[in-house]
């Protein structure tokens, strides 16, 4: 009961509502004539409702098969009012997830956090990227620009930097990424792609644990909003592709519970995060489904992104890479590292993130 009276909480708190003497919540909005300014905006935005940090690579291991990680931290303002007096009022909640994709294992090793600001290391900050729940963090460097990610769990230990080798590519109109036909259903986003890996990770308990030398490429998007999905959306699904050549491609799509397209972006970008071709002329199709035996969910995990006149095909890693969220941000969802190919030829590795499969996301 304790489990299931959680799960009812979680989803509840996000959700705005009236505070009485303290005064009702009234979420930031996007706005499309605002322009992404850093540092500040490494930092989060705690008058929006939602913002997510969102880390995903390939790694090389010496003596092993290449691996998967994410790492993603995710704020949500809650409807409590700031001027509520109450000390133990949870206004800002932060959830975090990690997870490694072995090969030699077959599905995911993933582990969760959350936990209301404030007791307990729990704190982000809004001049830069510095986040955490006790001893799991992101933190970038002021000075040098470096991330450094530190995850201590059960099964999991993440002691990797990333280095960016550009400055962060804003997605859609300079930052402002619609996300549905309304002008509200839009986010401020920007991303981090061929970011440079090196550190240490170790998977298993006790003496069972391995560890590796770890270096590879990633990916990170940072995204905030108060109001991202249309009524008729069902969910997402999104690529981020480290391209081999240097450049990067971003595309997504925001479905409906019958499947169609209800909005699509994408962007392609050469070395150095040149945009070289910007779309909405996107068509997924399901190439494999897998289906998981926990949710019942059934993921498109390989399929053809036609985005203009290039067929990218994408390749799992592996097919299980669902992620069982219900003791965080809630329900199912798939997360996993990919191979992309065009004509047959590699072309980029990347992650394929398919929301909304198992139940309509609620955001």
């Known amino acids: 009961m304790k489990r299931r009276a959680l799960l009812a909480a979680l989803p509840w708190l996000a959700l705005p509502r009236a505070e009485g003497k303290e005064g009702a919540v009234i979420y930031e909005e996007v706005r499309k004539d605002r322009r992404l300014v850093f540092p500040r905006d490494y930092g989060a935005h705690p008058g929006f409702r939602t913002e997510w940090?969102?880390?995903?690579?390939?790694?090389?291991?010496?003596?092993?098969?290449?691996?998967?990680?994410?790492?993603?931290?995710?704020?949500?303002?809650?409807?409590?009012?700031?001027?509520?007096?109450?000390?133990?009022?949870?206004?800002?909640?932060?959830?975090?997830?990690?997870?490694?994709?072995?090969?030699?294992?077959?599905?995911?090793?993933?582990?969760?956090?959350?936990?209301?600001?404030g007791p307990g290391g729990v704190r982000y900050a809004e001049?830069?990227?510095?986040?955490?729940?006790?001893?799991?963090?992101?933190?970038?460097?002021?000075?040098?620009?470096?991330?450094?990610?530190?995850?201590?769990?059960?099964?999991?230990?993440?002691?990797?930097?990333?280095?960016?080798?550009?400055?962060?590519?804003?997605?859609?109109?300079?930052?402002?990424?619609?996300?549905?036909?309304?002008?509200?259903?839009s986010s401020h986003y920007y991303s981090e792609p061929q970011l440079e890996v090196s550190g240490r990770i170790a998977a298993g308990r006790g003496a069972a644990q391995r560890a590796w030398a770890a270096g590879g490429r990633a990916w990170l998007d940072h995204e905030w909003s108060s109001t991202l999905l249309d009524e008729r959306a069902a969910g997402w699904d999104w690529i981020?592709?480290?391209?081999?050549?240097?450049?990067?491609?971003?595309?997504?799509?925001?479905?409906?519970?019958?499947?169609?397209?209800?909005?699509?972006?994408?962007?392609?970008?050469?070395?150095?995060?040149?945009?070289?071709?910007?779309?909405?002329?996107i068509r997924w199709t399901a190439k494999r489904v897998w289906n998981s035996p926990r949710s019942q969910a059934r993921y498109p995990v390989a399929a053809e992104v036609v985005v203009g006149s290039e067929a990218w095909l994408l390749e799992p890693l592996m097919d299980d890479q669902e992620i069982?969220?219900?003791?965080?941000?809630?329900?199912?969802?798939?997360?996993?590292?990919?191979?992309?190919?065009?004509?047959?030829?590699?072309?980029?590795?990347?992650?394929?993130?398919?929301?909304g499969y198992a139940g309509k996301l609620k955001l």
């Open 53 to 117: 940090w969102y880390v995903t690579g390939w790694l090389e291991r010496p003596a092993a098969p290449a691996c998967g990680f994410q790492i993603t931290f995710f704020r949500s303002r809650t409807g409590h009012a700031d001027a509520n007096p109450s000390r133990f009022a949870p206004k800002q909640l932060l959830f975090a997830h990690a997870a490694l994709a072995l090969p030699e294992k077959g599905k995911l090793i993933h582990e969760e956090r959350s936990a209301r600001t």
């Open 127 to 185: 001049t830069d990227t510095a986040l955490a729940i006790a001893d799991w963090s992101l933190v970038r460097d002021t000075q040098s620009g470096v991330y450094q990610a530190r995850i201590i769990g059960r099964e999991l230990d993440f002691n990797i930097r990333f280095v960016p080798v550009g400055a962060p590519v804003p997605q859609g109109q300079d930052g402002y990424s619609q996300k549905g036909p309304r002008p509200e259903q």
């Open 240 to 281: 981020g592709i480290n391209l081999d050549d240097g450049g990067s491609l971003m595309a997504f799509r925001i479905r409906t519970s019958e499947g169609a397209t209800l909005w699509a972006h994408a962007a392609r970008r050469g070395a150095g995060g040149r945009l070289l071709k910007e779309t909405a002329d």
């Open 324 to 355: 069982d969220a219900r003791m965080s941000t809630g329900g199912f969802y798939w997360e996993g590292a990919v191979l992309a190919s065009i004509g047959g030829a590699r072309v980029g590795r990347g992650y394929l993130e398919l929301t």
